[in-house]
């Protein structure tokens, strides 16, 4: 298990969980959904589904065959708690364990700036899509790509390290084929978040010091966060036919 996984599973039982372990929460999930307008059985499939709210969201609410994808057990289990009759399996966002072309739509909540790979988690989408099927991510960006590396070798458990720059992540999208129909700057809800965050463990720099190593300063993981000026953003892109 992941250290990131264990943050996720630390937050589930605080109320930062209540809506999604996420900025925004369920009103990007439904702004996507508006946007995408899926018809009732549509296959979804819920990458880093958690505990599972926008899963039993999809299913309850909008009659969406959903399928909730995670690789934490324990999350799995609340997911399954909460509901029951959720489809649930434990993998990783790289390797799916669903048939080529068999999703309408896949949701990756503040889960691909988490995952080992997520270039591979990328393709692996492209590989479940249908042609036409929507790709919707919602997730931690860098407003300022001069901070991205510095970043990338905190050593943080959490989100925010993944951060890429906006261009970074259109060319990843690009070269597997997918195109950006709706790109929506949401950084409000990050700061939002990030105030939850202090409510709950007092300041940043506490929440840093739970979520890295014990030899990094705080104050540093702060530079290195202020530099990259984190941002948030929805998007909703479309599997394109190849150009290969």
């Known amino acids: 298990m992941t250290a990131s996984i264990k943050v996720c599973e630390q937050l589930s ?25 899926f018809q009732a059985g549509s296959r979804i499939i819920d990458v880093g589904c958690g505990s599972g709210v926008t899963l039993d969201r999809l299913t309850r609410v909008h009659r969406l065959s ?6 934490s057990a324990a999350l799995l289990a609340e997911c399954s708690a ?17 048939p080529d072309e068999s999703a309408d739509g896949i949701f990756a909540e503040c889960s691909l700036s988490v995952m080992a790979d997520p270039g591979q ?23 300022n790509p001069g901070g991205v590396e510095r970043l990338a070798h905190m050593p943080l458990d959490c989100c925010v390290r993944g951060a890429i720059a906006r261009e970074d992540l259109v060319r990843r999208l690009n070269r597997r084929d997918f195109s950006i129909d709706l790109w929506e700057d949401h950084s409000d809800l990050l700061a939002r978040f990030a105030a939850h965050l202090i409510f709950s463990y007092g300041s940043l720099n506490r929440f840093w010091s739970r979520t890295a190593s014990d030899t990094v300063d705080p104050e540093e993981i702060r530079q290195a966060v202020s530099e990259a000026k984190p941002g948030y953003f929805l998007a909703v892109t479309r599997k394109l036919p190849s150009s290969r």
Request: some cysteine; charged content about 25%; overall charge positive.
């Open 66 to 71: 959903a399928l909730g994808v995670d690789a």
């Open 121 to 143: 988690a990328l393709s692996e989408f492209r590989r479940v899509l249908k042609a036409g099927g929507r790709l919707i991510l919602t997730d931690v960006y860098a407003r």
């Open 13 to 37: 039982s605080t109320d930062l969980a209540a809506d999604g372990i996420r900025p925004g929460g369920l009103e990007l999930t439904e702004r996507a959904l508006a946007w995408c307008g």
């Open 82 to 98: 909460r509901n029951p009759a959720l489809s649930v399996v434990r993998a990783a966002g790289e390797h799916l364990p669903v």
